[in-house]
C-alpha cells in the first residue's frame, strides 16, 4: 500500500505506524490434532493427555482429518488459496511444557496461501492481506504461582489444533488492527471453525508493530506475545508505535524482539531477543506424510459454506433497507444476525433493526448478557413490533410493554389487553380530550397563535389526559384543525 492512511506525528515529524497480525485460533474439534485426547477446556491439570502428547517413547503422531477439513473451511472463508499439497515440520526449542522437544506446524508448505478480508474503520473500508494460514500443535502450559520454590506443567493442551493465521503488515493504526482482528473473529465464529473464547485461550493475537517515515523502507518490528482481547490489541499498537517513535526520535534504535502487555498498566516489556526461522531448525517431520487435498473433498466443504458476514451485511441493506452500519452491527455476530431475522420476519426492517439494536441491546449490555441470555424471544419482539406497525399501541406505549417483558416476560399482546394499554384511536374521544385542554388553557391558545411550536404543549397535555393512549398522530391531526396551526 503506496499511500498511509493515517500518520502519528512525533516531535520531529510525521510517522507511519505499520501493523501485521500473528492470530492463534483454537480449532473447533472434540479431539487434539494428532490424538484422540479431549480437547475440551476446563478439565483437571493433565487429565486430557494421550501417550501421544505426552512424547512418551515410539508414539506415532496420526493426523486428525476434522482438523484439516476445519482448516480448509477457514481458509476459504477468508477468500485465499487452498494448497492441494502441504506438509507438517518440526519447529525444534526446549521449554518444559514442550514435551517432544520441538512442534508440529507447517513451515514452507501451509495448508492455505494468500488470502483477503475487508474490515470497516469509521466510513472507511479497508483491505488486509492474508499470508498465510497453516496448522500446528499447542504447547501445554507451565504454571509459577501454585509453589514458592517449583514450577508446574499442565500439558491438557498440549496437541490441541491451532490455525495460525498470518496477515500481511497492511494495517496502519490501532483502530485497524483492532478491526482486523474483530472482523477475524466473527468470519471464525460464522464459519464454526472456532469459538472466539478469547477468556479461555481460544484465540490470540501475536501484534508485530513497526514504524517508519512516509515513503520509506519497513522499519524493524517488535512482536508483542499472546494478546486475548480486541481492546487489548488496540492498546498494544498504540503503545508500541509511540515507544518506538519516541526511541527513534531521541536517537536510538529499534531492536527486534519479543514482548509481553502488561494490562495493569498498559504498556509493553521486553520479554527476549525475537528468534528467527533458522534459530528453530525447521525439517520435514519425518513421522506425518504430506497431505494431499482430492477436489472432492474442497468442494464438499466449499459447498457447505454458510453466509458469511460480508454477504449478510449487503443483503440486510437489499432486503431490510438498512444503512451500512446498522447491517455491519448486526451481521457482526451470528446469534444477533438471527434473532433480528427473526425479529423483522414480516415487519419493517429498519423499526425492527432499531428495536434490536438500540433498545435490546442497551439493555442486554447494561446486563452483561449476550443475545442468547435475552429475556425477550424474538418471537415476542416481533409480536411487539405488529402491535405498533397495526396501531393497536403507540411507541411510547411500546416501551412500557418492552419493560414489562423484561421483568416479568409474556405475550405482548395478552400483556396489552390485561393491563388496557390499547391505543385510543376514536377520533371522537380523542376530540373531548382536545377541547377539555384548550378551554382549560385560553393562555397557551393565545401563544400558539403567535409560536406554531408551542403544539408541543398541547399534545403532551391530552397524551398525559388520555394516559398516553392517544394515538400521537390523530392528537396532532385534531390539535392543528382546532387551533388553526398548519
Same mark, same amino acid.
Given at each position: 500500500?503506496? =499511500?498511509?492512511?493515517?500518520?502519528?506525528?512525533?516531535?520531529?515529524?510525521?510517522?507511519?505506524?505499520?501493523?501485521?497480525?500473528?492470530?492463534?485460533?483454537?480449532?473447533?474439534?472434540?479431539?487434539?490434532?494428532?490424538?484422540? $485426547?479431549? $480437547?475440551?477446556?476446563?478439565?483437571?491439570?493433565?487429565?486430557?493427555?494421550?501417550?501421544?502428547? $505426552?512424547?512418551?517413547?515410539?508414539?506415532?503422531?496420526?493426523?486428525?482429518?476434522?482438523?484439516?477439513?476445519?482448516?480448509?473451511?477457514?481458509?476459504?472463508?477468508?477468500?485465499?488459496?487452498?494448497?492441494?499439497?502441504?506438509?507438517?515440520?518440526?519447529?525444534?526449542?526446549?521449554?518444559?511444557?514442550?514435551?517432544?522437544?520441538?512442534?508440529?506446524?507447517?513451515?514452507?508448505? +501451509?495448508?492455505?496461501?494468500?488470502?483477503?478480508?475487508?474490515?470497516?474503520?469509521?466510513?472507511?473500508?479497508?483491505?488486509?492481506?492474508?499470508?498465510?494460514?497453516?496448522?500446528?500443535?499447542?504447547?501445554?502450559?507451565?504454571?509459577?504461582?501454585?509453589?514458592?520454590?517449583?514450577?508446574?506443567?499442565?500439558?491438557?493442551?498440549?496437541?490441541?489444533?491451532?490455525?495460525?493465521?498470518?496477515?500481511?503488515?497492511?494495517?496502519?493504526?490501532?483502530?485497524?488492527?483492532?478491526?482486523?482482528?474483530?472482523?477475524?473473529?466473527?468470519?471464525?465464529?460464522?464459519?464454526?471453525?472456532?469459538?472466539?473464547?478469547?477468556? =479461555?485461550?481460544?484465540?490470540?493475537?501475536?501484534?508485530?508493530?513497526?514504524?517508519?517515515?512516509?515513503?520509506?523502507?519497513?522499519?524493524?518490528?517488535?512482536?508483542?506475545?499472546?494478546?486475548?482481547?480486541?481492546?487489548?490489541?488496540?492498546?498494544?499498537?498504540?503503545?508500541?508505535?509511540?515507544?518506538?517513535?519516541?526511541?527513534?526520535?531521541?536517537?536510538?534504535?529499534?531492536?527486534?524482539?519479543?514482548?509481553?502487555?502488561?494490562?495493569?498498566?498498559?504498556?509493553?516489556?521486553?520479554?527476549?531477543?525475537?528468534?528467527?526461522?533458522?534459530?528453530?531448525?525447521?525439517? +520435514?517431520?519425518?513421522?506425518?506424510?504430506?497431505?494431499?487435498?482430492?477436489?472432492?473433498?474442497?468442494?464438499?466443504?466449499?459447498?457447505?459454506?454458510?453466509?458469511?458476514?460480508?454477504?449478510?451485511?449487503?443483503?440486510?441493506?437489499?432486503?431490510?433497507?438498512?444503512? +451500512?452500519?446498522?447491517?455491519?452491527?448486526?451481521? $457482526?455476530?451470528?446469534?444477533?444476525?438471527?434473532?433480528?431475522?427473526?425479529?423483522?420476519?414480516?415487519?419493517?426492517?429498519?423499526?425492527?433493526?432499531?428495536?434490536?439494536?438500540?433498545?435490546?441491546?442497551?439493555?442486554?449490555?447494561?446486563?452483561?448478557?449476550?443475545?442468547?441470555?435475552? +429475556?425477550?424471544?424474538?418471537?415476542?419482539?416481533?409480536?411487539?413490533?405488529?402491535?405498533?406497525?397495526?396501531?393497536?399501541?403507540?411507541?411510547?406505549?411500546?416501551? =412500557?410493554?418492552?419493560?414489562?417483558?423484561?421483568?416479568?416476560?409474556?405475550?405482548?399482546?395478552?400483556?396489552?389487553?390485561?393491563?388496557?394499554?390499547?391505543?385510543?384511536?376514536?377520533?371522537?374521544?380523542?376530540?373531548?380530550?382536545?377541547?377539555?385542554?384548550?378551554?382549560?388553557?385560553?393562555?397557551?391558545?393565545?401563544?400558539?397563535?403567535?409560536?406554531?411550536?408551542?403544539?408541543?404543549?398541547?399534545?403532551?397535555?391530552?397524551?398525559?389526559?388520555?394516559?398516553?393512549?392517544?394515538?400521537?398522530?390523530?392528537?396532532?391531526?385534531?390539535?392543528?384543525?382546532?387551533?388553526?396551526?398548519?
Amino acid at each position: 500500500m503506496t =499511500q498511509p492512511r493515517k500518520l502519528l506525528r512525533g516531535e520531529t515529524g510525521d510517522w507511519e505506524v505499520v501493523v501485521g497480525l500473528e492470530v492463534h485460533a483454537q480449532v473447533s474439534s472434540v479431539a487434539k490434532l494428532f490424538s484422540g $485426547a479431549s $480437547a475440551a477446556y476446563g478439565a483437571g491439570p493433565n487429565e486430557n493427555v494421550s501417550l501421544v502428547d $505426552a512424547a512418551m517413547p515410539g508414539m506415532l503422531p496420526v493426523i486428525n482429518e476434522f482438523c484439516v477439513e476445519q482448516a480448509v473451511r477457514t481458509g476459504l472463508g477468508l477468500n485465499a488459496k487452498i494448497n492441494k499439497w502441504s506438509r507438517f515440520d518440526r519447529k525444534n526449542y526446549f521449554y518444559p511444557d514442550l514435551p517432544q522437544g520441538y512442534q508440529i506446524s507447517q513451515y514452507q508448505d +501451509p495448508i492455505v496461501g494468500e488470502g483477503e478480508i475487508e474490515v470497516e474503520v469509521g466510513d472507511e473500508t479497508v483491505t488486509i492481506g492474508i499470508e498465510r494460514l497453516h496448522l500446528e500443535q499447542d504447547a501445554g502450559k507451565s504454571i509459577h504461582d501454585l509453589a514458592p520454590n517449583a514450577s508446574y506443567v499442565d500439558l491438557n493442551r498440549s496437541g490441541v489444533a491451532l490455525m495460525e493465521i498470518v496477515s500481511k503488515p497492511d494495517m496502519r493504526s490501532a483502530e485497524e488492527g483492532a478491526a482486523y482482528f474483530s472482523k477475524l473473529r466473527t468470519i471464525l465464529r460464522y464459519l464454526g471453525t472456532c469459538d472466539g473464547n478469547m477468556d =479461555q485461550g481460544s484465540m490470540r493475537a501475536d501484534v508485530n508493530v513497526s514504524v517508519r517515515r512516509p515513503g520509506e523502507a519497513l522499519g524493524t518490528r517488535t512482536e508483542t506475545k499472546n494478546v486475548n482481547s480486541i481492546r487489548y490489541v488496540r492498546q498494544v499498537i498504540d503503545y508500541e508505535a509511540r515507544r518506538q517513535i519516541e526511541v527513534l526520535e531521541n536517537g536510538g534504535t529499534i531492536d527486534q524482539e519479543t514482548r509481553l502487555f502488561d494490562v495493569k498498566t498498559g504498556e509493553t516489556r521486553t520479554m527476549r531477543s525475537k528468534e528467527d526461522a533458522h534459530d528453530y531448525r525447521y525439517f +520435514p517431520d519425518p513421522d506425518l506424510l504430506p497431505l494431499e487435498l482430492p477436489d472432492a473433498l474442497i468442494e464438499r466443504v466449499k459447498a457447505s459454506l454458510p453466509e458469511l458476514p460480508d454477504q449478510k451485511k449487503h443483503r440486510f441493506m437489499e432486503s431490510f433497507g438498512l444503512s +451500512p452500519y446498522d447491517a455491519a452491527v448486526l451481521a $457482526a455476530d451470528k446469534p444477533a444476525a438471527d434473532y433480528f431475522e427473526a425479529v423483522a420476519s414480516g415487519r419493517d426492517g429498519k423499526l425492527a433493526a432499531n428495536w434490536v439494536t438500540t433498545e435490546l441491546f442497551g439493555v442486554l449490555n447494561k446486563r452483561g448478557e449476550t443475545i442468547e441470555e435475552s +429475556p425477550i424471544s424474538a418471537r415476542q419482539m416481533n409480536g411487539l413490533l405488529g402491535l405498533i406497525e397495526d396501531k393497536t399501541i403507540s411507541g411510547k406505549i411500546a416501551k =412500557q410493554v418492552f419493560e414489562i417483558m423484561l421483568e416479568e416476560g409474556g405475550d405482548p399482546a395478552e400483556i396489552v389487553e390485561n393491563r388496557g394499554l390499547k391505543q385510543v384511536t376514536d377520533t371522537g374521544a380523542i376530540e373531548a380530550a382536545v377541547d377539555e385542554v384548550i378551554a382549560a388553557n385560553p393562555d397557551q391558545v393565545a401563544k400558539v397563535k403567535e409560536k406554531p411550536k408551542a403544539l408541543g404543549w398541547f399534545v403532551g397535555q391530552v397524551m398525559k389526559a388520555t394516559g398516553g393512549k392517544a394515538n400521537p398522530q390523530a392528537v396532532n391531526e385534531i390539535l392543528r384543525e382546532k387551533l388553526g396551526v398548519e
